[in-house]
């Protein structure tokens, strides 16, 4: 039997750049707290992937989510990502403009009910949805 997957996506804004707090508290809804050290195969099945593309639009693939801590706080980040799936999970992909306040994610997951959990970390903090 085929395995249904529900994909849903989300785009929002903040009133103005959020704090790196509320980005942990996305990521850890994403991926879970323990994958802060954003772990790859064969130390999981699968992997998360964090990086972040500085004002010169030069990417950088961090090896733990404290780089990306490190250049956002310092104000060196014009967008920011994370990507994966750990151990079978749902898959996600999030990424964050702090320029516009602005966020989107893609979540890929068994089930409604998982999927609108996750986009739902992401519309606790950004709320405004932009109409044209």
């Known amino acids: 039997m085929a395995q249904t997957i529900v994909t849903k996506r989300y785009k929002g804004k903040a009133q103005e750049p959020v704090s790196w707090e509320a980005l942990l508290r996305i990521f850890d809804a994403l991926y879970g707290e323990n994958a802060r050290a954003l772990p790859k195969y064969p130390s999981v099945i699968g992997a998360v992937y964090g990086k972040w593309i500085d004002g010169d639009n030069v990417q950088h693939e961090a090896a733990s989510l404290d780089e990306i801590e490190d250049a956002y706080k310092k104000y060196k980040t014009a967008s920011i990502a994370f990507s994966g799936s750990i151990n079978n999970g749902p898959r996600s992909s999030f990424q964050y403009l702090p320029s516009k ?32």
């Open 101 to 132: 306040a602005e966020a989107f994610i893609e979540v890929q997951a068994p089930d409604k009910k998982t999927a609108d959990q996750l986009i739902g970390s992401v519309k606790k903090e950004f709320l405004y949805i932009e109409r044209y």
